[in-house]
């Protein structure tokens, strides 16, 4: 039989199953590109008060790390900086989650092997999911080009950004290809590719915030490729050849491991279990740890050693980086007497709190997982109530937060403190800091948690489309659109420890309300419900 025997079909089947999702990710992003185009013309009228901003910008080391370098200030340059690394980190996520799920988690459901056994090739499945994410990509692409160049900005330009948006979206499908060849579990191939893509986002950001003698790693990760496109700023249309290649590669290695598998199997071997189950795997909550408990030890040590880099890196930020530029942005942001690592470490944990909320979102998910599964049936029709099994996740799912952010102030702490010699000082307060944004990621997880209860069908199409809302809100924020997103975004509602003067515990207690009451909204509507298969 061909091999890609059946894709044809399953295309069409990813495409009805997907005719929501794909079509609002597509328009929201080209939306959001014209918006910010318009926003930054509006804000920024003249070419002046654009370099000031942009040279106000590079001062910050944050800023550096999380967006990238601005080669160009002009209304294009500045629009491809906002946008560049976050609307690739938010294509590559929403292209991780849609080719695992066609792929990893139909074998894991046991649908692919019931697929395979019609008249469908053994590359059937992966090549229909690359294929629509890919399409999904280009197509997203090229409409954010169009929306661009409609409000004036040049077409040379604004293909290369469009381009360079779908090509960093491809390659992130391919890596999401191999990883779904290599676990067993879906949740695992999703943490380790969420998990790659990280740590080419950090591989970018030390290319821009080490100078020349680290600019050298932008060639060695797709984020730092579609940067280096130079939109609005020279047009290197030749870049986008690597990313066309780097996909290929991926694609081409996932289709080999592919071969090296049995369907529903892993590359990675299966750990055989004890012959009895010991006492700490007694009851639902036990079996939830169980399932949750590869992947959040895998981003627990993950954000200890991030933390660990920052901390470190904290003492050689204050004197490196002690310029007139860059102490003026500290002292506005944090008041007099700010410390630039201070500022620099709080502007990168509002960004990585919304990484700690995707794995908390995904966590909250897996009741619905295993409902689809048909895993949740055979235990509820056993001596185990619908709240007492659903209980068992939502516990995994809001302390995951509490344990990545924790581990995340720890290295900080740990780094920072050794580093400066006042550990017993720096400890508290930067774990105090990280802990701060608990509350913003309960708010998500609560979302996740009411929707499984009252829209089962929709609930991580919606969670996670609100979660991209929130970082709308942010940009829009930064760029003056909006005056005070904290009552738009539970990240902008939560202070920023380090650089303020109070922890302001009534928003901390609003958010935490919050959640409790969309935890409570979701376990009601989860009791009073049908099983959805």
Not at 107 to 117: D, M
Not at 383 to 406: D, E, F, K
Not at 489 to 516: E, H, M, R
């Amino acid at each position: 039989m061909n091999a890609l025997a059946g894709t044809g079909t399953l295309v069409r089947l990813i495409m009805r199953r997907d005719r929501i999702l794909l079509p609002v990710w597509i328009v929201l992003s080209a939306l959001l590109c014209m918006g910010i185009a318009v926003s930054t013309a509006d804000v920024y009228k003249t070419a002046a008060d654009r370099m000031t901003f942009a040279a106000g910008a590079m001062a910050s080391p944050a800023q550096l790390f999380s967006r990238g370098t601005i080669y160009s200030a002009s209304v294009g340059g500045l629009t491809a900086w906002t946008l560049g690394s976050s609307t690739m980190i938010l294509g590559g996520l929403i292209s991780i989650l849609l080719v695992i799920r066609h792929t990893r988690v139909e074998e894991e459901a046991g649908r692919r092997e019931l697929v395979g056994a019609a008249a469908v090739g053994r590359h059937a499945a992966l090549t229909a999911a690359l294929t629509v994410v890919l399409a999904a990509n280009l197509a997203l692409g090229l409409l954010s080009a169009l929306a661009l160049i409609a409000v004036g900005l040049p077409v040379g330009g604004s293909l290369v950004f469009g381009l360079s948006m779908a090509g960093g979206g491809w390659v992130l499908a391919a890596l999401a290809g191999i990883a779904g060849q290599v676990s067993e579990s879906a949740g695992t191939a999703r943490a380790l590719a969420l998990a790659v893509m990280g740590g080419l986002y950090v591989l970018r950001g030390l290319a821009d915030i080490g100078g020349s003698a680290l600019s050298w790693l932008a060639w060695v990760t797709p984020i730092g490729w579609a940067r280096l496109t130079r939109a609005y700023a020279g047009d290197e249309w030749w870049v986008l050849s690597l990313l066309g290649i780097g996909t290929a590669v991926l694609a081409v290695c996932a289709y080999a491991l592919s071969v090296r598998r049995d369907v529903a199997g892993g590359l990675l071997p299966t750990r055989p279990g004890r012959p009895a189950a010991s006492r700490w795997l007694t009851g639902s909550a036990a079996l939830a740890w169980r399932l949750h408990r590869p992947q959040l030890i895998g981003w627990t040590v993950s954000f200890v050693v991030v933390g660990l880099l920052l901390g470190f890196a904290a003492d050689g930020l204050n004197a490196q980086l002690d310029t007139p530029q860059i102490r003026a942005y500290a002292i506005a942001v944090g008041g007099p007497g700010a410390q630039i690592s201070d500022v620099f470490f709080g502007v990168l944990l509002y960004v990585i709190s919304q990484i700690v909320t995707a794995v908390a979102i995904v966590a909250a998910l897996r009741p619905r997982s295993e409902e689809v599964a048909g895993r949740a049936e055979p235990l509820l029709a056993g001596p185990v109530s619908r709240l007492r099994w659903a209980t068992g996740h939502l516990v995994v799912a809001l302390a995951s937060p509490v344990i990545a952010l924790l581990a995340l102030g720890v290295g900080a702490g740990l780094g920072s403190g050794l580093t400066g010699g006042d550990l017993g000082h720096q400890l508290p307060r930067v774990i105090l800091s990280t802990l701060a944004y608990v509350p913003a990621t309960w708010v998500l997880v609560g979302l996740a948690v009411a929707l499984f209860g009252l829209l089962p069908r929709l609930a991580a199409t919606l969670t996670w489309t609100v979660l991209g809302l929130f970082l709308l809100v942010d940009l829009l924020a930064e760029f003056k659109v909006i005056d005070n997103p904290s009552y738009l975004s539970p990240y902008a509602a939560t202070p920023d420890v380090l650089i303020s003067s109070g922890l302001a515990p009534l928003n901390l207690l609003w958010l935490t309300l919050i959640a409790a009451v969309l935890v409570a909204i979701g376990l009601t509507g989860w009791r009073r419900r049908d099983l959805l298969t």
